[in-house]
């Protein structure tokens, strides 16, 4: 069984960093699409960063240039180092993972979800 479980949220005020982690247990193939999300109180699920299987990386363009994803080579941990956070970043964030996917930020492509984490962001 697939399981996710994020960590590495918390408070920060406007300009500070974040690094979030997603432990992936249960997952065996080679071939994978994971991505983070966020979602906002009262707003949908948003793609943020993406990473698939051939190393390419996407970005939303409300985090590009200030959040990086990256994956463990060794496992299939997730992480979202995020920087020069704004309050406009405060959100539950979500990792997720799927074999394939055509449209990476969307969330209706992925088959398995983490429970996510909370970050804040204060001006």
């Known amino acids: 069984q697939v399981q996710l479980v994020e960590s590495g949220g918390g408070s920060v005020q406007a300009g500070g960093s974040l690094s979030l982690s997603c432990a992936v247990s249960?997952?065996?193939?080679?071939?994978?699409?994971m991505a983070w999300f966020r979602q906002a109180p009262g707003k949908e699920r948003e793609g943020i960063a993406h990473i698939d299987n051939s190393g390419t990386t996407n970005y939303a363009d409300s985090v590009k240039g200030r959040f990086t994803i990256s994956k463990d080579n060794a496992d299939y941990t997730l992480y979202l180092q995020m920087n020069t956070l704004k309050p406009e970043d405060t959100a539950m964030y979500f990792c997720a993972v799927a074999y394939h996917t055509r449209r990476w930020a969307s969330p209706y492509e992925y088959n398995y979800w983490g429970q996510g984490t909370q970050v804040t962001v204060s001006s």
């Open positions: 249960g997952y065996t193939s080679s071939r994978y699409s």
